[in-house]
């Protein structure tokens, strides 16, 4: 069982920056999946990024098209906690952030397990 608890959401003008934090329980850390999602009113939830093992060593990540250059997925997992560097923040970026965690590796069809509860970004223009 993983629990994740997110944190750093809030209001900030467009063009402005948050990081958002996830701490995660478990022992097992490194060898998830990571991720975050995000949901605005009235659209359907999307993948935002993801974070986990390639082969070999190598962790991938991967970002929305929307996001990509303006947001950076990282973890560290000493402190079991993984981030969301947004930058560049625009309006449609707000919606609720969630941090998800699985064994699976990212998919087309990724369906996270564990989920935290969500923090709110807002970006005014």
């Known amino acids: 069982q993983v629990q994740l608890v997110e944190s750093g959401g809030g209001l900030v003008q467009a063009g402005g920056s948050l990081r958002l934090s996830c701490a995660a329980s478990?022992?097992?850390?490194?060898?998830?999946?990571m991720g975050w999602f995000r949901q605005a009113p009235g659209k359907e939830r999307e993948v935002v990024a993801a974070h986990g093992w390639s082969s070999g060593s190598t962790y991938y990540a991967y970002y929305a098209d929307s996001v990509k250059g303006r947001f950076t997925i990282s973890r560290d997992n000493a402190k079991n906690t993984v981030y969301l560097q947004m930058n560049s923040l625009k309006p449609e970026d707000t919606a609720v952030y969630y941090c998800?965690?699985?064994?699976?590796?990212?998919?087309?069809?990724?369906?996270?397990?564990?989920w935290g509860q969500g923090t709110q970004v807002t970006v005014s223009s």
């Open positions: 998800v965690a699985d064994r699976v590796p990212y998919g087309s069809r990724w369906s996270p397990n564990y």
């Open positions: 478990g022992r097992t850390f490194s060898t998830y999946s």
